[in-house]
């Protein structure tokens, strides 16, 4: 099993030979910085890709950019990367250390821009100082299946203003701006190949842009800002909900003797009834107070062809920390197992220890289907913004307690995105008693049904 693990772990990483790191890392570091949740995902996937390479090659410089990237994507998407981020601040330290008795030489920009300007159908960069050799580098990001073709110089100079965004018929976006003390960055981006043509002379850098396929004023105006008619969500869905334990099983025994198993399933009719009012089809694992084994849950969601499966469940500590602990999380199915995941998962899995050893359990977990994991990610990060929005809206010192990977049998076996949702801390006083209320569980699943509404909203755009 190892062996063909191992493997597996090289031909995946053999897939990714295609771009260099410099250029993984351009790219992931521009899709961290946009304001969507798919590119901010997949600037987290390019990091992750580059930690493993780093350590295949033991190398610590690209480790240290992976693990930075890792934590500031993850943190923006509430995963949870506390294994990273120890491992970064490690690093960091060392590095500190490591070049504290060094001299620090600091490094400073030779040249800055005096101004930018269109010139006769040219953008002109001029410069305090003539422009050297090799001070500038061009170089291209095109993804023509999503339609962004991006154009980037990276000049070894500085500018007096943080960023500068620069209008041309024709092009969608032109920004300059400082990337690092040392780099002024240029980016041209655009829907459609544009033309580029650039040349230094003297203080000068002047630039060529023009776009082929913009045929007239008009036909460009039109391409730009006509507005596409808003898609209609598809509610031709299936939905399986999970209320957690039953029957036998309480789950967790929490403050003034609450009961998991009753709670979670409060919540789940609540949002049945919400999602099923809204026109979609919706089945639960349980109607009562039965128990259900976990295989038995998902196998149940297969056999309706379900679009996505979510399993309700509520979380507990010990009396030492039980008035310290609380908030809600999201947990999706990957083969990452952090320290706290294993905890909330071993509580979670105790209802069917008998079911698999613990190393069958392992070994199947490493099979799981990666489009699933992608999938069931971005449903367990919906799920968490619509939950917390709907509940801060009514409820003060509503806490985030992020989405996180967890190895939960409950989700072993799914063949739909799947998503387990901790309520809250059932042991937490206050929260205990929010989730014993008609009223918040109502709340509760009105936001959770809205986080379902922006998956398939978002699902129709990707």
């Given at each position: ?8 772990f090289?031909?995946?990483i053999?897939?990714?030979?295609a ?39 033991n ?44 001299k ?5 920009s030779?040249h ?24 500038v ?73 023009v ?15 006509k ?212 009223r ?23």
């Open positions: 099993m190892i062996k063909v693990f191992v493997l597996l090289f031909l995946f053999s897939s990714l030979s771009l260099n790191n410099q250029e993984i890392l351009i790219r992931a570091d521009s899709f961290s910085k946009s304001s969507s949740k798919s590119n901010q995902f997949r600037a987290y996937n390019d990091y992750k890709n580059l930690y493993l390479r780093a350590l295949l090659n190398d610590k410089k690209l480790k240290y950019s992976a693990l930075k990237g890792i934590v500031y994507s993850g943190h923006k998407l509430h995963i949870d990367v506390k294994q990273y981020e120890k491992e970064y601040k490690r690093l960091k330290h060392s590095s500190k250390k490591k070049y504290q008795s060094k620090i030489i600091k490094l400073r030779s800055k821009l005096k101004s930018v300007r269109f010139k006769h159908a040219r953008l002109v960069l001029r410069f305090d100082k003539t422009l050297k050799k090799n001070q580098n061009y170089f291209t990001l095109h993804k023509p299946k999503k339609r962004v073709y991006k154009y980037i110089f990276d000049i070894h100079a500085s500018m007096l203003n943080s960023s500068t965004t620069l209008r041309q018929e024709g092009v969608d976006k032109i920004k300059l701006a400082q990337y690092n003390p040392n780099t002024l960055r240029l980016v041209i981006q655009n829907n459609t190949p544009l033309y580029i043509r650039f040349m230094k002379k003297g203080a000068e850098l002047s630039i060529k842009i776009n082929k396929s913009a045929k007239t004023k008009k036909v460009i105006a039109a391409k730009r800002y507005k596409e008619p808003p898609k209609r969500l598809d509610r031709n869905k299936v939905i399986v909900i999970d209320a957690g334990h039953g029957g036998k099983d309480p789950g967790a025994i929490g403050y003034r003797r609450y009961r998991e198993k009753v709670v979670v399933l409060s919540i789940a009719r609540e949002l049945r009834n919400i999602l099923r009012a809204r026109g979609y089809k919706v089945y639960m694992t349980r109607e009562g107070d039965h128990f259900i084994k976990l295989r038995n849950r998902t196998k149940y969601a297969n056999k309706k062809n379900a679009d996505i499966f979510i399993s309700i469940h509520a979380n507990a500590v010990g009396p030492k920390d039980a008035k310290k602990v609380c908030g809600l999380e999201c947990y999706f199915l990957s083969t990452s197992r952090s320290s706290r995941a294993k905890k909330v998962a071993a509580m979670e899995n105790s209802a069917d220890l008998d079911e698999m050893d613990y190393y069958g359990k392992q070994s199947f977990l490493n099979t799981i289907n990666s489009h699933n994991i992608v999938a069931s990610n971005k449903l367990a990060i919906d799920l968490q913004r619509g939950a917390l929005s709907t509940l801060k809206s009514r409820y003060k010192n509503v806490k985030d307690a992020g989405v996180r990977e967890g190895p939960f049998w409950v989700l072993v076996g799914a063949q739909m995105p799947s998503v387990l949702v901790e309520v809250g801390f059932i042991t937490h006083p206050k929260e205990a008693r929010r989730l014993a209320s008609k918040y569980q109502k709340v509760m699943a009105q936001g959770l049904a809205n986080g379902v509404e922006r998956y398939f909203i978002n699902s129709q755009k990707r």
